[in-house]
């Protein structure tokens, strides 16, 4: 978030970024302080409120079914980024560089980035199904592997995490795509020179260029993982029974469901700061280990 | 080691509408050092890369020591190759930069070493050999780079393509003797690709010069300076160019503005070709001479006017027009002449030669008494 930096002298600079400011607050600051409101009162009704101080804070971080989705989430982040990171760079690397195919290969590539969220989730929850579902169908069927993500914890869990992979491992090859085609020629040329195998030319020329691009698609993933919601929400709803509530489904049950703003905001808070910190733990490692 | 032959060889970029490298014969004898010389965008790089096989020739094949390698790739040709801008492994020390190609064609671990540090020692890279390859500065980048090129024991030749032009002035001098020596030392085959002619006159055994994808003359320093067979190598070798003054044949001599420059003697090739054996055809021609070797004098000779005079310090450089045509002269520092003053130009036979369609046909000869008018 770009805030006005202290270091700066000159008065003007401040009118600069007044716009920055105006509109950061309206639409970040100002909503956030409305939950650090929550997140200290108890709430029996619009005019009646108790200063609480960080009960919530405690209570949030105590509940066993906050944990519970707490571990859950990361496990999926950390499933997310382990195959969608070396799948997408795997497909950027076996894209045409050049000729005709290079379009075919990017609008099919980009294909699944074109869907909405809630599109997606309908999609899935109906090709996963076994009885109607095509996907679904041919694995309990044809596969005979005994497979119900309405039923099964296993199977809800791994529908999920295709159902990300086939949605989000495009993003994570164009990125790579780019990065590589901005690769001038003569390494190419060079690595054949020296008679590097296609494994050596990958990891020495092309995986330490595409640094760059790696750290945004690795810092997008996880984010946009970690706050999943809507795909689970449609396909599963968070079961079966809390076999994939992740945090966000967890929080907005809290707060919408059963109407607990002061825990949820409490919650919510915590969730903002890990994100925060997590992504700035992965941007600081990946940028460091470059140098 | 082995000889390079390129028959017939050339390349197309776009489908055979120009021609970056037109049929061009030529062999490399293995153990030289040739320089490569030409202009910008003649054809020098793309003559390389199909002899490192980056790219596969329109037309023609490649040969090493007569076995047909035209279809193999690049490394199935044990060819190391240096770029005109640093290619580094980046995220690798020097140390493994130069180990590099060695480690991709297995060899043993104590001969790698033994290779890296012989190649670090030459060039100077000791210093740095531990230190991550893209934190040096460009030169030494390079630097690093021709040590890739130099690692391989075994390889067919060494090319270089403009490798110094990056690298400072002061350190490219040391390098190109550094060059020179290991060549000495090591027999490679080296083919060194340079627009700069300096370079190219003192680091070869052998120059070839090209222009216009084509390969116009090849030869050692001294033979491409005395005696250059196409007007290109006249103008491109020496500073200044060659003069190249507009004259015409008539009746076995040459002549300029009025006056008699010489005796027309076909080149022993041209001689050959033509039926009575003796004289050149009648005709336009130019004559092409060295301003080192114009004389400036009295009559008789050429009449000219001096049009300025550049003092050099070493030495000056005389310019005069003949008719409306430049010539320079290199003379002694000091000399006498000024703008205006009238003087003779005398062309000294064997340094003066006869070029048509800018290919040289014969030489200027000394007048014999028949000849004068
Ligand atoms: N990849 C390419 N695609 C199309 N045309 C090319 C390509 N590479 C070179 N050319 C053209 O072929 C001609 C010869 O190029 P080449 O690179 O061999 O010249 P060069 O002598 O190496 O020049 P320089 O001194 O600038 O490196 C030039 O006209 C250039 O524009
Ligand atoms: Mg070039």
Known sequence: ?291 | MADIRLEGVAHSYDGGRTWALRPTTWTWRSGRAYALLGPSGCGKTTLLNIISGLLTPTEGRVLFDGRDVTGVPTAGRDIAQVFQFPVLYEEMSVYDNLAFPLRNRRRPKQEIDRRVREVSRLLGLDPVLGRRSRRLDPGRQQIVCLGRGLVRHEVAAVLLDEPLTVVDPALKWTLRSKLKEIHRDTGHTLIYVTHDQTEALTFADEVVVVNEGAIVQAGEPAELFLSPAHEFVGHFIGSPGMNMLPAEIAGGVVRVAGADAGAALPDTAAQAALADGEKLPPGPVRIGVRPEFVELGAAPGVPARVSGVDRMGAYDLVHALVGEHPVVARTEAGTAYEPGAAVCLRFPPERAFLFRDQVRCGSLGPLTGKGAA
């Open chain 1, 1 to 291: 978030m770009t805030r006005p930096d202290p270091r700066r002298r000159a008065n003007r600079a401040w009118l600069l970024v007044l716009p920055v400011v105006v509109s950061v607050a309206f639409t970040a600051v100002i909503p956030l302080m409305t939950v650090v409101n929550f997140s200290v009162q108890d709430v029996f009704s619009p005019t009646d409120r108790v200063f609480v101080g960080l009960d919530w804070f405690y209570e949030a971080v105590r509940r066993p079914e906050n944990r519970e989705a707490f571990v859950r989430t990361l496990l999926f982040s950390a499933q997310v980024l382990l195959v969608e990171i070396p799948l997408g760079v795997a497909i950027a690397v076996a894209m045409p560089r050049r000729g005709v195919w290079v379009s075919v290969a990017l609008v099919l590539v980009a294909l699944p980035l074109l869907i909405p969220w809630n599109v997606v989730g309908t999609i899935w929850q109906i090709f996963a199904r076994p009885d109607i579902g095509l996907g679904g169908w041919t694995v309990a069927n044809l596969l005979g592997v005994d497979y119900n993500y309405t039923l099964d914890s296993t199977d809800a869990w791994i529908t999920i995490l295709v159902m990300d992979v086939w949605h989000w491992t495009p993003l994570v090859a164009l990125l790579a795509y780019a990065g590589l085609r901005s690769i001038p020629q003569p390494y190419f040329q060079a690595a054949q020179i020296d008679g590097a195998s296609a494994w050596a030319t990958f990891r020495h020329i092309q995986l330490p260029r595409l640094r760059g691009v790696l750290t945004i698609a690795i810092l997008l993933r996880f984010m946009d993982s970690f706050m999943i919601y809507t795909e689970p929400f449609v396909v599963t709803g968070g079961g079966p029974g809390n076999a994939t509530t992740f945090l966000s489904i967890l929080l907005s049950k809290m707060a919408v469901g059963q109407f607990d703003v002061g825990p949820a905001g409490a919650f919510s808070l915590i969730y903002f700061l890990v994100v925060q910190i997590l992504c700035y733990v992965f941007f600081t490692a990946l940028t460091r280990s470059g140098r």
